[in-house]
């Protein structure tokens, strides 16, 4: 049977590249998207078998370009997401305007379905320009294609992530760590191969006109996160509540950087509790349970992170 063609934008990205495995090995066509075929290519062309997989530059929101992508697939996915503001890339016109343009599209082709990846714990979080981005490309995609779904994950995790491992390796270097809000906002982590079940889920269920928030199984504040990897990596750190103007501080001078750590937008962002809204259905209210641990997850990797990588004690006796 000939495959079913899937169109991916933001396909080079941790979510992208996980997909785009599940996804071929399932006998879908993808047609990855990338700004950049030079640098990406390399890594997106060793995601599927010969035939299953076509990379295609789109350098700007170039509207004419993106209709004749559309019009020859069947389902369409959206996961281009920035995480802070530089120059031309701008929260309103990455997760708004883009999406919006998308959705018009995909409506004008009559495509079977269209996936629009957005947040989780964005609805109260007024004073994130992040959060507003988010929430108005989600209204925009509705409101434009019914054959939408929007999907609104956790974090999500996996050694391809800039999560954990970054986490990991900070923790690595510093000999003690900052906690904001005293660490106390909650997560519910998502590993990336339950992220990417649900996503081959909504497909093959042919689902349309959800909002979905996909969690993982547990609820996790920041500080228990951070002492998960801290235990992980074996490694003791002094854990420092940061007051709040000190934190505005740090945010104000990392965020000049090329690619800040923490910005002042993110800043306002973790203050709210990253958890099911109950506003909409969850992962789990449509029987597509994530299970993986996040404790048992991260062991998996963090070996790269301790005294001695592979060969370190703890690793060796604990495996
Ligand atoms: N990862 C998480 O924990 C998490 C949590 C909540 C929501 N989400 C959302 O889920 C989606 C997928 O997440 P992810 O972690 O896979 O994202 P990601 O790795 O950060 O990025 C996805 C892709 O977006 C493309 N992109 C980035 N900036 C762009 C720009 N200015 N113009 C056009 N394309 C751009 C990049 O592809 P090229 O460089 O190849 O063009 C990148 O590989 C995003 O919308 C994100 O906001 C993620």
């Not at 992508?69 to 530089?86: A, D, H, P």
């Not at 998960?228 to 000190?246: E, G």
């Not at 934190?247 to 000049?256: C, N, P, R």
């Amino acid at each position: 049977m000939k495959p079913k063609e899937i169109l991916v934008f933001g396909a080079s990205g941790q979510v992208g590249r996980h997909l785009i495995r599940k996804l071929t090995k399932s006998n879908y066509k993808v047609i990855a998207v990338t700004r950049n075929i030079h640098q990406k290519g390399y890594i997106l062309k060793t995601q599927a078998n010969p035939g299953y997989l076509e990379i295609v530059e789109l350098q700007t929101f170039d509207t004419e370009k993106i209709e004749s992508l559309i019009q020859g697939c069947s389902i369409c996915i959206n996961l281009i997401g920035i995480l802070y503001e530089k120059k031309k890339n701008q929260f309103n016109n990455i997760h708004n305007y883009f999406p919006s343009i998308i959705s018009k599209l995909c409506s004008k082709k009559k495509i079977e379905q269209f996936i629009h990846f957005s947040s989780l714990g964005i609805e109260n979080a007024t004073d994130s320009i992040y959060a507003k981005s988010k929430i108005d490309g989600e209204n925009s995609v509705i409101k434009n294609f019914n054959k939408s779904v929007i999907l609104k994950p956790s974090i999500i995790y996996s050694v391809d992530d800039n999560f954990t491992t970054n986490f990991m390796t900070l923790l690595n270097r510093l000999p003690f760590f900052p906690l904001y809000y005293e660490g106390n906002t909650k997560f519910t982590p998502i590993h990336i191969s339950d992220m990417v079940e649900i996503i081959f889920e909504v497909i093959e269920r042919k689902i349309t006109s959800e909002v979905i928030e996909c969690v993982g199984p547990e609820e996790l504040t920041f500080k228990e996160i951070i002492l998960k990897i801290l235990n992980s990596i074996d490694k003791k750190r002094i854990l420092i509540p940061f007051p709040l103007f000190i934190a505005k501080i740090t945010a104000k001078i990392f965020e000049k950087f090329p690619k800040p750590l923490l910005t002042t937008d993110q800043l306002n962002l973790l203050k709210y509790d990253n958890i099911v809204s109950g506003q909409y259905k969850t992962n789990f209210d449509l029987g597509m349970n994530s299970n993986k641990i996040f404790e048992n997850e991260i062991e998996k990797y963090s070996f790269n992170w301790t005294t001695g990588g592979q060969f370190s004690k703890k690793k060796a006796s604990s495996r």
